[in-house]
């Protein structure tokens, strides 16, 4: 108990350390993951999609660890892989059941690449560890400028797919009969996702990456069904989500990754509960 407590404990040198110049690159590269996480999100809980983006996140890892192994930058190596999964499953997944089929087999391959990955690279823990669970507090000033650059791409592709992807999205057979390409549209929105995911990963890892992308949508819809303020909301409580828990990262020695999924996950209780006390 004493080492936890000595572990994690109040600093008084926090505001110190939130002006420190590691933690700027933090807070920009947090909001900058937390406004595509938010804008995505929405799509990805209303496609029903959560199982794909759980997949990817797990695609990740064998491209963070094969980045590794050839010196390239994780963020790269994140990124190729995600993209290729994220193809295999438009390109295989033609409907609902054949892509959760197709999900699978790519969820099953990628934890398998994953693994030998991970026994090859096994000399740099520290790492892997970052790439499960994410270090925000490690972002490099190249890191913001690709994550800038990620930011710009998925916002320039999802003004101009937005409302045909919302509209296959809602009822991809009236939308396929009046000639709206469904497919094509899933797997551009499955790129988009994995470019998403490979931007979340240096916030809170492989692992939870649920927290970014799903929860503040899941949370939003909870309070409207309107899809702009759905958006919008989602997007506050990413921000909110990534900025409190620096903070408080700070504040008490902690990993940032766990305030961040916390708040977001503590928020969704909470608005959950207070929705249903007001049903009543």
């Known amino acids: 108990m004493s080492a936890f407590t000595a572990t994690v404990g109040w600093r008084s040198d926090w505001f110190d350390i939130v002006r420190a110049d590691f933690m700027r690159n933090a807070f920009v590269v947090g909001a900058l993951v937390a406004v595509a996480a938010g804008i995505v999100g929405y799509f990805v809980v209303v496609r029903r999609d959560t199982f794909a983006a759980h997949a990817l996140a797990h695609v990740g890892f064998p491209g963070a660890t094969a980045a590794l192994l050839v010196g390239v930058p994780l963020l790269l190596g994140t990124s190729v892989f995600c993209v290729l999964g994220a193809l295999t499953i438009g390109v295989l997944g033609r409907d609902v059941g ?18 030998l990955c991970n ?13 499960l669970f994410g270090n925000l507090l490690a972002v490099s000033n190249g890191q913001v400028v690709a994550s800038v650059a990620y930011t710009v791409v998925l916002g320039a592709v999802l003004a101009v797919i937005s409302r045909p992807l919302l509209f296959a999205s809602v009822d991809p057979d009236v939308a396929s009969a009046r000639g709206v390409p469904v497919r094509t549209l899933g797997t551009a929105f499955t790129v988009v ?24 949508a899941a949370t ?61």
Request: aromatic share 4%; charged share 5%; proline share 4%.
């Open 98 to 115: 054949r892509r959760e089929i197709a999900t699978g087999t790519v969820l099953a391959g990628a934890t398998a690449v994953g693994v």
């Open 119 to 131: 026994a090859l690279a096994s000399g740099s823990t520290a790492t892997l560890t970052n790439v």
């Open 193 to 216: 996702l994995a470019l998403t995911v490979a931007m979340s990963v240096q916030v809170v890892g492989t692992l939870l990456l649920f927290a970014l992308i799903v929860t503040p």
């Open 220 to 280: 939003a819809l909870i309070v409207t069904a309107r899809p702009v303020a759905v958006v919008g909301l989602a997007v506050v409580m990413a921000l909110l989500a990534v900025w409190c828990g620096l903070v408080v990262a700070a504040m008490f020695d902690l990993p940032p990754s766990f305030p961040i999924v916390a708040i977001a996950v503590l928020t969704w209780l909470g608005v959950g509960a207070a929705a249903r006390v007001r049903a009543k």
